[in-house]
């Protein structure tokens, strides 16, 4: 059996998407699909060893999963690894093959589409800017020729699949990320679907102006020339929006660092982190020295950062950036 495990994001999703659409590189194959929330990245574990014949990974954290990826390769899986976060030690096997890229201004789906020599290009530059690569996507879209209206509609789809991809459990979701895979499977021209009375794109879109109206009246904890961080509320309609408010507000002041604090149930918060897009570093390594911190150098997290040491995370984050 083949496995296929993303994450449930704009960028892991549209990077099998490419992958399974290919026939360039003769990539359609049916397979198991292990996915889930975008903070869900202890995914391989999940693989059934004994079942798996082989296995594609795309967008999750190698490092956060290097246990069960030695398991796999030890029992003789093959393993396509592509990905774009902190990956630590790469396993010396023949089973293994990857692109591995941590550079700020790529992204998984950018990768596959340098190995699929841009044959899903317009699907590669909806996932850049859904992962606010925006420098990157734009300078693909000027590449391929798209005029800035094209643009600015895979810039929406890009983010309306990302904003999808948010919460705290797949309940908080509009879409499981295996039931939207499946659907713009039937999509190779991310354009039908926009154009497409009634479709994911019009739902989601609705779905995210709803939610984004909310998240703009939420509590300023910090506002300083460093750094601003917001708070947001235990509801479903917050933790949908946790990153992509935390990418608007990037955009919107690209010398700050932008945290987004969402109450948990149970006396924790979800954190957002963003570096400033104009020094975009330094994320990956501030959330990972917190518990259930992780990331990349311009994008990070922490899913349960404990109440009591919520401002000596805001003090770290904001002294890195002085």
């Known amino acids: 059996m083949h496995y296929d495990v993303f994450n449930g994001d704009a960028d892991g999703l549209i990077a099998l998407l490419q992958l399974r659409l290919s026939t360039q590189r003769a990539q359609p194959k049916d397979s198991r699909l292990i996915t889930g929330v975008k903070r869900d990245i202890n995914l391989l574990k999940l693989v059934d060893v004994a079942q798996a014949l082989s296995v594609t990974v795309l967008d999750i954290s190698l490092e956060k999963n290097a246990e069960a990826l030695n398991r796999l390769l030890e029992n003789k899986v093959e393993v396509f690894y592509v990905d774009h976060h902190r990956a630590g030690d790469l396993p010396d096997s023949n089973f293994l093959s990857s692109i591995i890229d941590t550079d700020a201004n790529t992204c998984t789906s950018l990768l596959v589409n340098n190995h699929l020599n841009g044959e899903f290009v317009y699907w590669a530059i909806a996932a850049a800017f859904g992962d606010n690569m925006q420098a990157s996507a734009q300078a693909l879209a000027v590449e391929v020729g798209l005029s800035m209206t094209q643009q600015t509609l895979l810039q929406e789809l890009g983010i309306y699949i990302n904003y999808n991809g948010y919460g705290s459990a797949v309940e908080d979701l509009h879409f499981h990320p295996a039931d939207l895979y499946h659907q713009l499977l039937h999509y190779p021209d991310p354009f039908v679907l926009i154009a497409e009375q009634d479709s994911i794109f019009a739902q989601l879109k609705s779905a995210y102006l709803a939610d984004m109206s909310n998240a ?107």
């Open 216 to 322: 703009r009246n939420a509590k300023i904890l910090v506002d300083t020339d460093q750094l601003k961080a917001v708070q947001l509320s235990d509801q479903s309609w917050a933790r949908r929006v946790s990153g992509v408010y935390g990418n608007e507000l990037a955009n919107s002041s690209p010398d700050k660092a932008h945290i987004v604090v969402t109450q948990n149930k149970n006396s924790t918060y979800t954190i957002s982190l963003r570096a400033p897009l104009n020094n975009k570093q330094g994320a990956g390594d501030l959330c990972a020295q917190f518990p259930t911190g992780g990331g990349r150098a311009a994008a990070a997290g922490i899913n349960a950062l404990p109440e009591e040491i919520l401002s000596d995370f805001i003090d770290c984050v904001s002294k890195y950036y002085l």
